[in-house]
RNA sequence: GGGCCCGUGGCCAAGCCAGGAUUAAGGCGUCGGCCUGCGGAGCCGAAGAUCCCGCGUUCAAAUCGCGGCGGGCCCGCCA
């Protein structure tokens, strides 16, 4: 039983206390600030002081003398500290209690209830013409640790990734290729989907500047969506080798896909048009008649209370040459993703992925796809796209979304680059001096999640090798790798989502601090006693932990379901992030302070590794980083 | 013009949504210690903070409200 179980338990018992005494007020607990102090407070009588008009610490005392301390196992005693009624746990009991738990659970050490859902979550979606960037890398990261972490709470989660194969980057591409004859075979040693960036940047500008070519364009763009033309296969061709790229990158960070939805497929389905069907019969978009927008359908925003400040709200869905905006089709994918449109996408398997599971894509001619429906669906995109996120929210209402379903846009800030790394880059030396630089596929201007795998592999590399040199080539390669993603995953997953992460070359090398490879050498040299101990405990029924380093290593490994009750409300990966940082800094000092192997073994101490292993492993599961027993 | 987000030691940053009790975590950098002892990718210690400013709510504000200031973003027949 852990902090999130007691606390509960004393919420309870303070909630009889107070019934008892006529008094009705919500129990708040928390923490102390210091361990002496206690180790579960709860404020309740400071809530009581002003209805009341006493001093907190007599109602403190009138609280404490009714609560039933027997109902509380582990809890030693009650204290009254200035009007805070602390619980101080039985140094015996609570260690006991918390240890037998993680070494019975194991795997599921730190799971809370819930009530499962089937959740859908979106994520990556970068367009299929580049390569993965550091910016659509914490997208996939946050993504892949959502579902991970969702996953691990019971639900039933299918994570897609949607691929934007009929918008205008991939137009610009297949005009370029297509029409002005650029050769599809990138120069040797770059990626096609490091070529199709390149190619992009240099096109989209060509294009846009050429009025015969952006007729052009919008021409390719009306035969992708229409499909069953040799523009449209030659675009899908394009678009799927990209794909095959970034997957592959995805893959190298350990992130995994179920399902691959083309924004063609949403079109050729059919779920574009039930959708706008479903809009106009509930009179919600209309044809523009004048103005900038004469000939596009709209939809109508400008009463809704969400839009009222945007200068124009309405929104084009279809533009007036006939094609589809990302909003329209995103409205249309929106409601399949929520079951709440009849037609089905048709899918087949398409790649095996190093995980073993083949990956489905939506295809032209595969099989209908059953799918119910999700009851939660998370589309992780970053925060310029809010507005038409909620254009999607407020459209899939209109057609009917149910109260019991949810769309839920998780919005994250993007990735920009340092001053000095945007200027090393590019050899522009007037970026050096910018605090920020932002990316831009446009201006070729993008630090690709390839390039920087490479560059903290060598630093890992070389530092692996310096431990290990006896090792063989192939080992020292594994294990890098597992160091290296384990590092960029840390680092794009431990800062709050709301700020902006600005990179730097020189950061995202450093092995040491608050890193990914720091958990693993803590995770790693915990394995250590395990080996060289030689024994096994699966419980304990005495500790005696008279060091406050066992103490508060015993704390962190129990507040672990506290932790996870608490991000599975705000969805705040960076939170179990924080929370694996405290706890490897818990066993570090413990490890200073702590010999489990002396004249014989400590069983306590050795339980209480395991224990820690355990927890951590766990949480390395969520956020994706590889546990290794030797680095 | 309107809206959203951020503002915590030289730099990065946790805590803020669910207000409390202390020296306001931690990391980088700086300075000083610790390996014949379970792995020094570590540990211990030192210096370093008007929690952007003002007003308000409250017994209590880094945390809540209002008003400023500074930075970023959004308001496209791009996605």
Same mark, same amino acid.
């Given at each position: 039983?852990?902090?999130?179980?007691?606390?509960?338990?004393?919420?309870?018992?303070?909630?009889?206390?107070?019934?008892?005494?006529?008094?009705?007020?919500?129990?708040?607990?928390?923490?102390?600030?210091?361990?002496?102090?206690?180790?579960?407070?709860?404020?309740?009588?400071?809530?009581?002081?002003?209805?009341?008009?006493?001093?907190?610490?007599?109602?403190?005392?009138?609280?404490?003398?009714?609560?039933?301390?027997?109902?509380?196992?582990?809890?030693?005693?009650?204290?009254?500290?200035?009007?805070?009624?602390?619980?101080?746990?039985?140094?015996?009991? %609570?260690?006991?209690?918390?240890?037998?738990?993680?070494?019975?659970?194991?795997?599921?050490?730190?799971?809370?209830?819930?009530?499962?859902?089937?959740?859908?979550?979106?994520?990556?979606?970068?367009?299929?013409?580049?390569?993965?960037?550091?910016?659509?890398?914490?997208?996939?990261?946050?993504?892949?640790?959502?579902?991970?972490?969702?996953?691990?709470?019971?639900?039933?989660?299918?994570?897609?990734?949607?691929?934007?194969?009929?918008?205008?980057?991939?137009?610009?591409?297949?005009?370029?290729? %297509?029409?002005?004859?650029?050769?599809?075979?990138?120069?040797?040693?770059?990626?096609?989907?490091?070529?199709?960036?390149?190619?992009?940047?240099? %096109?989209?500008?060509?294009?846009?500047?050429?009025?015969?070519?952006?007729?052009?364009?919008?021409?390719?763009?009306?035969?992708?969506?229409?499909?069953?033309?040799?523009?449209?296969?030659?675009?899908?061709?394009?678009?799927?080798?990209?794909?095959?790229?970034?997957?592959?990158?995805?893959?190298?960070?350990?992130?995994?896909?179920?399902?691959?939805?083309?924004?063609?497929?949403?079109?050729?389905?059919? @779920?574009?048009?039930?959708?706008?069907?479903?809009?106009?019969?509930?009179?919600?978009?209309?044809?523009?008649?004048?103005?900038?927008?004469?000939?596009?359908?709209?939809?109508?925003?400008?009463?809704?209370?969400?839009?009222?400040?945007?200068?124009?709200?309405?929104?084009?869905?279809?533009?007036?040459?006939?094609?589809?905006?990302?909003?329209?089709?995103?409205?249309?994918?929106?409601?399949?993703?929520?079951?709440?449109?009849?037609?089905?996408?048709?899918?087949?398997?398409?790649?095996?992925?190093?995980?073993?599971?083949?990956?489905?894509?939506?295809?032209?001619?595969?099989?209908?796809?059953?799918?119910?429906?999700?009851?939660?669906?998370?589309?992780?995109?970053?925060?310029?796209?809010?507005?038409?996120?909620?254009?999607?929210?407020?459209?899939?209402?209109?057609?009917?979304?149910?109260?019991?379903?949810?769309?839920?846009?998780?919005?994250?800030?993007?990735?920009?680059?340092?001053?000095?790394?945007?200027?090393?880059?590019?050899?522009?030396?007037?970026?050096?001096?910018?605090?920020?630089?932002?990316?831009?596929?446009?201006?070729?201007?993008?630090?690709?999640?390839?390039?920087?795998?490479?560059?903290?592999?060598?630093?890992?590399?070389?530092?692996?090798?310096?431990?290990?040199?006896?090792?063989?080539?192939?080992? @020292?390669?594994?294990?890098?790798?597992?160091?290296?993603?384990?590092?960029?995953?840390?680092?794009?997953?431990?800062?709050?989502?709301?700020?902006?992460?600005?990179?730097?070359?020189?950061?995202?090398?450093?092995?040491?601090?608050?890193?990914?490879?720091?958990?693993?050498?803590?995770?790693?040299?915990?394995?250590?006693?395990?080996?060289?101990?030689?024994?096994?405990?699966?419980?304990?029924?005495?500790?005696?932990?008279?060091?406050?380093?066992?103490?508060?290593?015993?704390?962190?490994?129990?507040?672990?379901?506290?932790?996870?009750?608490?991000?599975?409300?705000?969805?705040?990966?960076?939170?179990?992030?924080?929370?694996?940082?405290?706890?490897?800094?818990?066993?570090?000092?413990?490890?200073?302070?702590?010999?489990?192997?002396?004249?014989?073994?400590?069983?306590?101490?050795?339980?209480?590794?395991?224990?820690?292993?355990?927890?951590?492993?766990?949480?390395?599961?969520? @956020?994706?980083?590889?546990?290794?027993?030797?680095?």
């Amino acid at each position: 039983m852990g902090f999130l179980e007691e606390a509960e338990k004393i919420r309870i018992q303070v909630g009889e206390a107070l019934g008892k005494l006529g008094y009705y007020v919500e129990v708040r607990v928390e923490e102390p600030p210091i361990p002496e102090l206690g180790d579960i407070a709860t404020p309740v009588a400071f809530d009581l002081a002003k209805e009341l008009r006493r001093k907190p610490s007599e109602i403190a005392e009138e609280i404490i003398r009714e609560i039933d301390v027997s109902k509380l196992e582990v809890v030693h005693h009650v204290s009254n500290v200035n009007g805070f009624i602390n619980f101080h746990m039985d140094p015996v009991k %609570y260690p006991v209690a918390i240890i037998n738990e993680v070494l019975s659970k194991r795997g599921d050490y730190g799971k809370i209830p819930i009530v499962r859902k089937r959740i859908l979550i979106e994520h990556t979606n970068s367009n299929p013409n580049k390569a993965l960037h550091i910016g659509t890398l914490r997208n996939a990261v946050i993504g892949d640790s959502l579902a991970r972490f969702l996953k691990f709470l019971g639900h039933e989660v299918l994570v897609v990734n949607y691929i934007d194969d009929s918008g205008s980057q991939v137009a610009d591409n297949t005009v370029a290729h %297509y029409f002005m004859k650029v050769p599809t075979k990138p120069p040797e040693g770059l990626k096609f989907d490091e070529y199709s960036g390149k190619v992009y940047a240099e %096109y989209n500008e060509k294009i846009s500047r050429d009025e015969e070519l952006k007729r052009l364009k919008s021409e390719v763009i009306r035969k992708i969506e229409e499909g069953g033309n040799e523009i449209a296969e030659f675009a899908r061709r394009l678009s799927e080798e990209v794909v095959k790229c970034q997957l592959e990158t995805a893959w190298d960070f350990g992130i995994f896909y179920d399902l691959l939805n083309w924004e063609t497929d949403v079109i050729r389905s059919g @779920i574009f048009q039930w959708a706008m069907k479903e809009l106009e019969k509930r009179g919600e978009v209309y044809v523009e008649e004048e103005g900038v927008n004469k000939g596009c359908l709209m939809i109508k925003l400008r009463d809704v209370e969400e839009f009222k400040n945007l200068k124009a709200p309405d929104e084009v869905l279809i533009r007036s040459d006939g094609t589809a905006t990302y909003v329209g089709k995103d409205i249309a994918y929106a409601s399949w993703k929520l079951g709440l449109t009849p037609r089905k996408f048709k899918v087949k398997e398409w790649i095996q992925q190093p995980n073993g599971k083949t990956i489905l894509t939506t295809h032209e001619y595969g099989e209908d796809y059953e799918f119910p429906g999700a009851d939660i669906a998370i589309t992780v995109v970053d925060k310029r796209q809010e507005y038409p996120q909620m254009v999607v929210k407020h459209a899939l209402k209109k057609i009917g979304m149910p109260p019991s379903k949810e769309y839920h846009p998780y919005l994250y800030e993007v990735v920009a680059l340092s001053g000095e790394t945007a200027s090393e880059m590019t050899s522009l030396e007037e970026l050096k001096s910018r605090k920020v630089v932002h990316m831009s596929g446009r201006r070729g201007l993008v630090f690709n999640a390839n390039d920087l795998l490479k560059t903290v592999f060598q630093k890992v590399y070389e530092e692996t090798k310096k431990r290990h040199p006896e090792e063989s080539e192939e080992w @020292i390669r594994k294990v890098s790798m597992c160091l290296s993603t384990a590092s960029v995953r840390y680092s794009l997953i431990k800062t709050d989502r709301n700020n902006l992460i600005v990179f730097d070359v020189k950061d995202a090398v450093r092995l040491e601090g608050d890193t990914g490879p720091y958990l693993q050498y803590t995770y790693a040299r915990a394995c250590r006693i395990i080996e060289k101990a030689g024994v096994d405990v699966d419980s304990v029924n005495e500790v005696s932990f008279e060091t406050p380093e066992e103490q508060d290593l015993v704390k962190q490994i129990g507040k672990f379901s506290w932790v996870l009750n608490t991000a599975s409300k705000t969805l705040a990966m960076n939170t179990i992030a924080v929370y694996m940082r405290h706890l490897a800094d818990s066993f570090n000092s413990f490890y200073e302070k702590c010999p489990v192997i002396t004249d014989g073994i400590r069983r306590d101490r050795f339980a209480l590794v395991k224990s820690f292993l355990i927890t951590m492993g766990n949480a390395f599961d969520i @956020i994706g980083i590889e546990k290794l027993s030797i680095i």
